[in-house]
């Protein structure tokens, strides 16, 4: 089981930019970052493997940018000109090894983080 802390949620207003953060206790092969809102279902909206390869929902492409720094342990996503429907709760989970299911998929995971809340304004 690998422990996923997060940090850097907030709220802001449209246009913004927010920074989160994942920090695993241990090794992970690929972290995904999910969203919430209110009355929707989780969505994956992007995810990096540890040697850096990145995928994005199309909802946040070109917006929004993972990252990682594997001497740290953690996972960024660095998200630009927010808009208000990425006002969401939004969750790092990780797996330990590749895959054959879609990135996207929450059953593929079974190690999450507590969430941190976006909000933007509009």
């Known amino acids: 089981q690998v422990q996923l802390v997060e940090s850097g949620g907030g709220s802001v207003q449209a246009g913004g930019s927010l920074r989160l953060s994942c920090t695993a206790s241990?090794?992970?092969?690929?972290v995904t970052w999910f969203r919430q809102a209110p009355g929707k279902e989780r969505e994956g909206v992007a995810t990096?493997?540890?040697?850096?390869?990145?995928d994005y929902a199309d909802s946040v492409k070109g917006r929004f940018t993972a990252s990682l720094d594997n001497d740290e342990n953690t996972q960024y996503l660095q998200m630009n000109s927010l808009k208000p429907e990425d006002t969401a709760m939004y969750y790092c989970?990780?797996?330990?090894?590749?895959?054959?299911?879609?990135?996207?998929?929450?059953?593929?995971?079974?190690?999450w983080g507590q969430g941190t809340q976006v909000t933007v304004s509009s």
């Open positions: 241990g090794y992970t092969f690929r």
């Open positions: 989970a990780a797996d330990t090894r590749p895959s054959g299911t879609s990135w996207s998929r929450q059953s593929r995971y079974k190690n």
């Open positions: 990096i493997t540890n040697s850096g390869t990145t």
